[in-house]
């Protein structure tokens, strides 16, 4: 039986965990969109991050999931990880990547990522490293 890449892409996208029949990966071998959205505007990594599965965060973002993809509500990935930071290693493995956008993008709320982690985590003195003062210190 042959599953249609559409029907394998919003597997991936309501699955970010691994199940009995499919796990990230396989799926993606299979052909899923990595960056398909949900009605909200959520991609696989949206998911991944919220859900603090780091091991498909990961996955996803090794092949090539789209970093800073924005929801309707104009949400990141990263926005959603730290709103769900039960476990600290989804938040550093998203900041460790270049070109995160930490203070660039802000959400419906007006909130950035660098908002989000100085009043719901304890790691405030993080943001130092992504601001414009650090950032441009070698320019």
């Known amino acids: 039986m042959r599953i249609p890449v559409n029907a394998i892409s919003a597997i991936l996208n309501t699955g970010v965990t691994d199940s009995a029949f499919f796990s990230p990966q396989h799926l993606l071998q299979l052909g899923a969109d990595i960056n398909i959205r949900t009605l909200d505007g959520w991609t696989p990594l949206h998911s991944a991050a919220f859900w603090n599965q ?26 959603l990880a730290v709103s769900n930071s039960q476990t600290p290693e989804t938040l550093y493995v998203l900041l460790s990547q270049p070109n995160i956008s930490v203070y660039g993008i802000r959400n419906k709320l007006g909130d950035s990522v660098a908002d989000l982690i100085i009043r719901n985590t304890q790691y405030a003195d993080l943001c130092f490293a992504f601001s414009e003062a650090a950032t441009s210190l070698g320019k």
């Open 54 to 79: 780091f091991a498909c965060v990961q996955l996803l973002l090794a092949a090539g999931a789209e970093l800073n993809a924005t929801t309707n509500s104009n949400q990141t990935p990263l926005h």
